[in-house]
C-alpha cells in the first residue's frame, strides 16, 4: 500500500513539473491559463465521476464547505505559481514554489495535533538551502525579485492546500475531491476572465486542454490517493521534486538553460527527497 502511494505521489509529481512550461507556450497571463486549467480539469474529473457511476455526495455539509474553501485555496496557489514563472523562469517560479514542505512541516502538528518530528524540521530547512543557494539576487527593484515573493504565496498556499486534502484523503476518493477543488477553482476565477476580455487561440485551448486533463486531472488525482497513506510532510517532500523536473523540461524543451546556483540547489533538494524517502521505506 505504501509502496503504490510513493509511486502515485511521484507520478504526480512528474507531471506537475511539466505545467509550469505552459506558462511560455500559452500565450495568455496566467490568470487565464489557471482558469482554463481548472476548467478542463473539472470537466473531466465530472466527466470519469459520472461514467464510473460514483456519487458526488459528501458525508456531511461542513466537508463540502471545506472543499469550496480548499478549491479558492487551489486558485491562488495556481495563479501565483503561472504568474511567478511569467514574472521570472520556469527554474525560478518552481524552485521558490519548493519550499512550500517548510510550511507544511510546522502546519501539518498544529491541523492533526501530531507532535512534530525532528528530522522533518531538518529535512525542510535543507530543502529551504538549496531554494535560498539557487534564487537569484533580491532586489526590489528586480522582477526576478516580485516572481520570488510570488512564488512564495505560491507555495504558502500549496501547504494549506495539502494539509486540508490530507483530511479529505481519509474519507473521500482523490477524484471527488479534485473535482469539488477545481470547480470551485473555476468558479473563483470566472468573474476575473470575463473581466480580463481574453480570447484564446485555437492552439491556446489545444495545450489548455491538455494541461487540464492530464497534468492536472490525472496527476491531482494521484497525488490526493497517494495522501492516504503517507504524512502530508512526506508528500511535501516528494514534490520538491517537481522543481527537478521543471528544470529539465525547461532545459530540454524550451531551451532555457539553469545557472550553477539553479543546479546546486536542485541537488540539494533531490539529496533532501532522496534520504526522506529512504527513512520512510526503511521505517514502513
Given amino acids: 500500500m505504501r509502496r503504490r502511494a510513493f509511486l502515485s505521489v511521484n507520478i504526480a509529481v512528474l507531471l506537475f513539473g511539466m505545467a509550469g512550461l505552459f506558462a511560455r507556450w500559452i500565450h495568455l497571463p496566467a490568470i487565464g491559463i489557471t482558469f482554463g486549467r481548472v476548467l478542463f480539469s473539472s470537466a473531466a474529473l465530472g466527466i470519469y465521476l459520472l461514467v464510473r457511476r460514483q456519487s458526488f455526495r459528501t458525508e456531511n455539509r461542513k466537508d463540502l464547505i471545506l472543499m469550496i474553501l480548499a478549491g479558492a485555496v487551489l486558485a491562488l496557489h495556481w495563479w501565483?505559481?503561472?504568474?511567478?514563472?511569467?514574472?521570472?523562469?520556469?527554474?525560478?517560479?518552481?524552485?521558490?514554489?519548493?519550499?512550500?514542505?517548510?510550511?507544511?512541516?510546522f502546519l501539518e502538528p498544529l491541523a492533526f495535533r501530531r507532535k512534530l518530528r525532528g528530522r522533518?524540521?531538518?529535512?525542510?530547512?535543507?530543502?529551504?538551502?538549496?531554494?535560498?543557494?539557487?534564487?537569484?539576487?533580491?532586489?526590489?527593484?528586480n522582477h526576478m525579485f516580485v516572481g520570488i515573493l510570488t512564488g512564495m504565496i505560491s507555495a504558502l498556499s500549496y501547504a494549506v492546500l495539502t494539509i486540508m486534502n490530507k483530511g479529505f484523503s481519509e474519507k473521500y476518493g482523490g477524484t471527488l475531491?479534485?473535482?469539488?477543488?477545481?470547480?470551485?477553482?473555476?468558479?473563483?476565477?470566472?468573474?476575473?476572465?470575463?473581466g480580463a476580455g481574453l480570447q484564446p487561440s485555437a492552439s491556446d485551448l489545444a495545450l489548455l486542454l491538455f494541461l487540464g486533463v492530464?497534468?492536472?486531472?490525472?496527476a491531482h488525482t494521484l497525488f490526493i490517493a497517494g495522501l492516504k497513506a503517507i504524512p502530508a510532510q512526506l508528500a511535501g517532500v516528494?514534490?520538491?521534486?517537481?522543481?527537478?523536473?521543471?528544470?529539465?523540461?525547461?532545459?530540454?524543451?524550451?531551451?532555457?538553460i539553469p545557472s550553477v546556483r539553479e543546479l546546486a540547489g536542485a541537488a540539494v533538494i533531490v539529496g533532501a527527497v532522496a534520504a526522506a524517502q529512504n527513512k520512510e521505506l526503511a521505517a514502513g
Fill in 214 to 218: 492530464v497534468t492536472t486531472a490525472l
Fill in 177 to 194: 475531491t479534485a473535482f469539488y477543488e477545481q470547480a470551485t477553482a473555476a468558479t473563483v476565477l470566472l468573474p476575473f476572465v470575463i
Fill in 238 to 256: 516528494f514534490s520538491s521534486l517537481e522543481t527537478v523536473y521543471g528544470i529539465l523540461f525547461a532545459l530540454v524543451l524550451l531551451g532555457e
Fill in 120 to 141: 522533518d524540521v531538518i529535512t525542510a530547512v535543507v530543502i529551504l538551502i538549496g531554494v535560498l543557494i539557487t534564487v537569484p539576487e533580491f532586489s526590489p527593484e
Fill in 80 to 105: 501565483s505559481f503561472l504568474e511567478s514563472i511569467q514574472l521570472s523562469t520556469v527554474a525560478v517560479g518552481t524552485i521558490t514554489f519548493a519550499s512550500f514542505p517548510l510550511f507544511v512541516t
